[in-house]
């Protein structure tokens, strides 16, 4: 029987590039689920920061994920590790499923405490929330698709909520609704003025 340890699927990388200049191409060779996360920058993983590709620490910086690989580092590379990998996913295509896979691991990042000091932690969690409220302002109306491509959950709905979870407050016109199934959905309300909001998307 195997232990909870080898259970474990072990994500791994390794860089090469194609003699022809083609970009590297993320492949296995390297543990990086012990990889330990450190403050940056705080717009780090943040849309429309691209930073982390100028982060010596993100070991994905110079790399390609494929969307085959990515669900697998985000379930199992660890949090830092899949940060990391999001974050430069995000950089390079961006899309609201990017920011929120980022947005979950800065989350999982602060509720494990997996951080050096106790103001680095405040720095997550308030990273974390500015990571869900990018979705709000600049994914609005993108669905949330696992790794099989089945539909869950509309991506506002679920950043507002994760917002909320942390202790912050959804900036905007966004307010929290009960749809037709008592399900809670996140939707623009004209009650509120976004206009004077300095959003910055592109």
């Known amino acids: 029987m195997c232990s ?15 003699s022809c200049g083609d970009d590297p191409q993320f492949r296995f060779g390297e543990n990086i689920s012990g990889i330990e996360f450190e403050v940056f920058d705080p717009t780090e993983g943040i849309h429309p920061s691209k930073v982390t590709l100028n982060n010596p620490r993100n070991p994905f910086r110079d790399t390609v994920i494929s969307d085959d690989v990515k669900f697998d580092i ?10 990391y990998a999001w974050a430069a996913l995000l950089a390079r295509i961006e899309i609201g499923e990017n920011q929120f896979g980022v947005a979950e691991k800065l989350r999982d990042i602060y509720l494990a405490n997996e951080v050096a000091t106790p103001e680095d932690r405040e720095t997550v969690r308030l990273m974390a929330i500015n990571a869900f409220q990018a979705i709000l302002d600049c994914f609005p ?62």
């Open 141 to 202: 109306d993108q669905l949330l698709f696992d790794a099989t491509g089945t539909f869950g959950l509309r991506l506002s709905t679920l950043a507002y909520t994760n917002i909320l979870d942390l202790g912050g407050v959804p900036q905007g016109d966004w307010v929290l609704v009960t749809d037709s199934r008592d399900e809670p959905q996140a939707i623009r309300s004209t009650g509120f003025d976004s206009e004077n909001r300095d959003v910055l998307c592109f």
């Open 74 to 83: 985000l379930a199992n590379g660890g949090n830092a590790g899949a940060f």
């Open 4 to 18: 909870s340890t080898t259970k474990r699927l072990a994500i791994l990388f390794l860089v090469f590039a194609a």
